[in-house]
């Protein structure tokens, strides 16, 4: 988190060396006359959201530069003096030394000089003993320079004000600056000076938008000494470059410098005004700072006398300002909802992100054959916005960079000739910023996107559940890699839809965006793939990662601040961060550890038989289910019963996330044995199953049992209700099973010990399986229960070559890395075993103590 707290805490200085720059003050001297005239640019006229400053307007805005680069803002104070932030020259608890720093005076553009522009060396840097760290105050600086400023048209003192001097709250002060001008974004060439008018904030409307969990669910406490300038609104605001750069507001026809730029979270953030250090608490500082220095800086009495009682004027209350993007009335008329119309083609959907500016697939818009010209008949492009009357003109296209080869990238903007008037509708969709993290099970819904058909009938659900991070990237093919963190990008998005697809209805081949709703506001989360088949799309592409891109281009769309914080009781840490391996039929056997859902065991299948009785089954595979011979076909009966079985559903009690799914068995298969009643089943399904954390296959060891795995019987406690529970066992290996039950099993039995007071955990009629968990994570089905026992089972692995024969797709591991049993010793069993079957955990414990005695 802490990363993101560093990113977010825009310290708005680029970095730099340590050294000695303590600089004593020197003799000292009375009070100096305040004979500088200070506060008044020669032509008395008049960053993120700023404009080009006119030449001349900021006659004390210096540039702060380290190796000719900039690096911060300042203020020109006295011809010797500049004020500027501490942070700007203090790294990692060090002063930098002064030599490495110089002061250019009297620019606009930082690549063009105008006259009278000059740049000084710095004797001195000047910070507060007890300077320490942004968030902590204090931040200020104060540099001597090596010789004095030469005073003039274009570089002249701003005045300071004194301890006393008070600036009224709402009142509009500008700040200046040559730093980036979105959030990751510098300023152009040729890095004109921008200048932006921000209201000073009381400190109790300051302090209330910044005790409401901004992003990362931050939170600031303001201190003494510091200031805010902004918009609850944000969009106007300082940015990184902006450091040490005055704050200056005009009173009786002079600038005062009520602040210094510090820091601010994120830049133009909501709720989020812009931290500055208050220069007029510093006054004592700044004087003793400057003693003998003539003309030290001016503090001129204030024009008006600050009346005395509560400062903050009353009617400012603290209007936390909510976002102006993302209301939809009703779910599905989407106020943003844009058509593209391009003559000859069908109708294109995108979606409005500003007044003037509409989102949708650049694939619309690419010409197949002609994909390197540009699109043709711009002209006659019109788009469709809700509640507009007539259809919108279309002044420019911008496609993504990568939009022809990369389906994540598959974007462009569209200008519209003239911006709309924002309301009800149109109004624009919220866009997530990058580090935005859609929590698991944030409520989603599907919307139209580029050329998408319309849902295929009234009854499609539209709405889903965003899947965990886990899952969308452990289902979805990024097996091995690591999870991204909240906050750093996901790869990808996954709803979850509530039930499954109704038979017939068709989705075509079309895109779809997926809108997440966090209180009440919808962002345009992600965009998908051409959806394959019938099927509704499982993985989008999620947009947080084109924020940049798209404010750079429209320099104004709706990004907007998470707004949910809320993880529920499961939280974040229950993941784990890497996803097992695939098989080359996808992925099998994932369960998040530990299990966040509870009850939920993906491949645990009912299997309904004839209405008479539900016996456990797992799936193999998307069409197919493994049980229990003796469970599902009753012995002596002829005929095939009529067989369901259910996924994703624990009982009668809906499991918290996924669908349920319900299909039809077609058929029995089961393996040629001669002599043998076979003992497992393969239960073929009417439909296959699309795999989601509800119904997942769960995957297959090729004979042995894992090394190292732990190992479970998975059943119910009660067969009514079935709610699923799982026991500890240990396998024994051959010998001591065979020395235990004496001969009398079948080949191919597996028996195991149950830990301490797990006997009873599971029931035995409906034929519980026997599943391991591997060192790789992957969950393994290793056995089905024989008929009325509860510690002997019918192992999958001598079964491999049928299963795989009858199951194409079955997920068998593959068999590298896994050793069978180990070799064994003596074929002797003790000889009193047979004489104490009737404790197993006896028997066993003398059996392992056997070949130590033997030893
Ligand atoms: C910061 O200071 C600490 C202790 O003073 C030192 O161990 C560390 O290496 C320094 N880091 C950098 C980046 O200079
Ligand atoms: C620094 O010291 C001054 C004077 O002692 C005090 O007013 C100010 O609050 C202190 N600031 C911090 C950040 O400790
Ligand atoms: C968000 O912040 C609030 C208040 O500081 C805190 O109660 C809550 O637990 C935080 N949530 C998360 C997910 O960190
Ligand atoms: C401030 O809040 C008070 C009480 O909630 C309310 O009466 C007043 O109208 C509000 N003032 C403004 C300017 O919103
Ligand atoms: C386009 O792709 C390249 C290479 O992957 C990447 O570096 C660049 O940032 C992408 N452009 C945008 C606008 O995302
Ligand atoms: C925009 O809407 C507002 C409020 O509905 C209205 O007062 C204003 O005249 C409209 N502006 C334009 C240019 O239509
Ligand atoms: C969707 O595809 C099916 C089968 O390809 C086709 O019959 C149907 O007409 C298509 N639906 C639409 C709305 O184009």
């Given at each position: ?31 100096e006359?305040?004979d500088l005239?200070c ?21 004390w805005?210096v ?13 020109l104070v006295a011809p010797s003096w500049v ?19 110089s002061v250019?005076l009297g ?9 009278g522009?000059h740049v000084r060396a710095v004797a001195a ?17 104060l540099l001597r320079l090596a010789s004095p400023a030469q005073l003039g048209?274009?570089v002249r003192p ?132 400057v003693?003998g220095s003539e003309p030290g800086p001016a ?557």
């Amino acid at each position: 988190m802490s990363q993101h707290l560093l990113l977010l805490l825009v310290i708005l200085a680029i970095s730099p060396i340590p050294g000695d720059s303590q600089d004593s003050a020197l003799s000292p001297t009375p009070e100096e006359p305040e004979d500088l005239d200070c506060g008044r640019p020669e032509p008395s006229a008049r960053i993120v959201g700023g404009s080009d400053a006119q030449p001349g307007s900021w006659p004390w805005q210096v540039s702060l530069q380290q190796s000719g680069g900039h690096i911060c803002g300042g203020s020109l104070v006295a011809p010797s003096w500049v004020l500027s932030a501490a942070h700007c020259f203090v790294k990692n608890g060090t002063l930098e030394p002064a030599t490495e720093w110089s002061v250019l005076l009297g620019v606009r553009s930082q690549d063009g000089l105008l006259d009278g522009a000059h740049v000084r060396a710095v004797a001195a840097i000047l910070v507060p003993d007890n300077y320490s760290s942004v968030e902590l105050g204090a931040d200020l600086a104060l540099l001597r320079l090596a010789s004095p400023a030469q005073l003039g048209p274009a570089v002249r003192p701003v005045c300071l004000p004194r301890a006393s001097h008070r600036f009224a709250h709402g009142a509009a002060c500008w700040a200046t600056g040559w730093g980036d001008i979105q959030e990751a974004e510098h300023l152009p060439l040729p890095w004109v000076l921008q200048e932006v008018e921000l209201r000073l904030l009381g400190e109790d409307a300051c302090q209330c938008l910044y005790s409401r969990p901004g992003p990362f669910n931050l939170t600031f406490q303001l201190l003494p000494g510091m200031l805010c300038a902004g918009y609850p609104g944000g969009r106007r605001d300082t940015c990184q470059g902006d450091s040490g750069g005055p704050l200056v507001c005009e009173e009786g026809g002079r600038w005062f410098q009520a602040g210094i730029t510090s820091f601010g979270f994120g830049c133009g953030r909501r709720n989020r005004p812009g931290v500055f250090t208050a220069v007029a608490p510093y006054e004592a500082w700044i004087r003793e700072q400057v003693i003998g220095s003539e003309p030290g800086p001016a503090f001129p009495t204030q024009s008006w006398e600050p009346q005395s009682g509560p400062w903050e004027p009353r009617d400012e209350n603290c209007t936390i300002a909510l976002p102006e993007c993302g209301k939809a009335p009703r779910p599905e008329t989407w106020p943003w909802e844009a058509q593209v119309m391009v003559p000859g083609s069908r109708p294109c959907h995108g979606a409005l992100v500003s007044e003037s500016w509409v989102l949708a697939p650049a694939s619309c818009f690419l010409d197949p054959i002609n994909s390197d010209g540009p699109p043709r008949d711009r002209d006659n492009w019109r788009v469709l916005l809700p509640s507009r009357p007539r259809a919108e003109l279309v002044a420019r296209l911008v496609l993504h960079e990568n939009a022809s080869w990369d389906d994540a990238s598959d974007l462009a903007l569209l200008q519209l000739r003239a911006p709309v008037n924002l309301s009800t509708a149109p109004r624009p969709v919220c866009l997530p910023h990058p580090e935005h993290y859609f929590l698991p099970r944030s409520r989603c819904r599907l919307a139209l996107w580029g050329r998408g058909e319309p849902a295929p009938g009234p009854n499609s659900r539209l709405e889903a559940e965003l899947l965990s991070g886990w899952w969308c990237h452990c289902l979805y093919g990024r097996q091995g890699a690591s999870v991204p963190p909240p906050g750093d990008a996901p790869h990808a998005l996954c709803p979850a839809y509530q039930e499954e697809e109704e038979a017939g209805r068709c989705w075509n081949y079309s895109h779809r965006s997926l809108l997440c709703q966090e209180e009440g506001t919808w962002f345009l989360a992600g965009i998908s793939d051409l959806s394959s088949g019938c099927l509704r799309p499982r993985v989008f592409h999620p947009l947080q990662t084109h924020g940049p891109w798209i404010s750079h281009v429209t320099g104004g769309a709706y990004l907007e601040d998470q707004l949910n914080w809320d993880w529920g009781p499961e939280g974040e840490e229950t993941e784990t961060r890497t996803c097992p391996p695939h098989t080359e039929h996808g992925a099998c056997g994932l369960r998040p550890e530990p299990a966040v859902m509870g009850v939920l065991w993906p491949w645990l299948a009912e299997v309904h038989v004839a209405g008479d009785r539900v016996c456990t089954g797992i799936l193999v595979a998307p069409g197919w289910v493994l049980a229990a011979t003796h469970c599902v076909l009753r012995p002596g009966s002829t005929t095939v019963p009529y067989v369901e079985v259910y996924l994703g559903r624990a009982g009668d009690s809906p499991l918290p996330q996924g669908h349920q799914v319900s299909r039809l068995v077609i058929s029995i298969r089961l393996p040629r044995h001669l002599g043998l009643r076979p003992r497992l089943a393969l239960l073929e399904l009417s439909s296959r199953v699309e795999p989601s954390p509800s119904a997942l296959p769960i995957c297959l060891h090729p004979g042995g049992i894992p090394v190292g795995a732990s190992c479970w019987v998975l059943g119910w406690k009660d067969p009514r209700d079935r709610v699923p529970v799982a026991a500890a066992v240990s396998i024994l290996m051959p010998r001591l099973c065979h020395c235990l039950y004496q001969g009398i099993l079948p080949p191919g039995t597996l028996c195991v010990l149950y830990s301490e007071g797990q006997e009873d955990r599971c029931e035995v009629t409906s034929a519980p399986p026997l599943l391991c968990l591997t060192k790789r994570r992957s969950w393994v089905l290793t056995g089905m229960a024989l008929p009325g026992s509860r510690e002997l089972f019918a192992a999958i692995g001598p079964e491999e070559a049928w299963i795989s024969q009858t199951v194409g797709e079955a997920h068998f591991l593959p068999p590298s890395g896994y050793p069978h049993w180990p070799p064994e010793g003596s074929d002797l069993c003790p000889p009193d075993m047979a004489s104490a079957p009737g404790s197993p955990q006896a028997a066993v414990f003398l059996l392992l103590l056997t070949p130590l005695m033997q030893g």
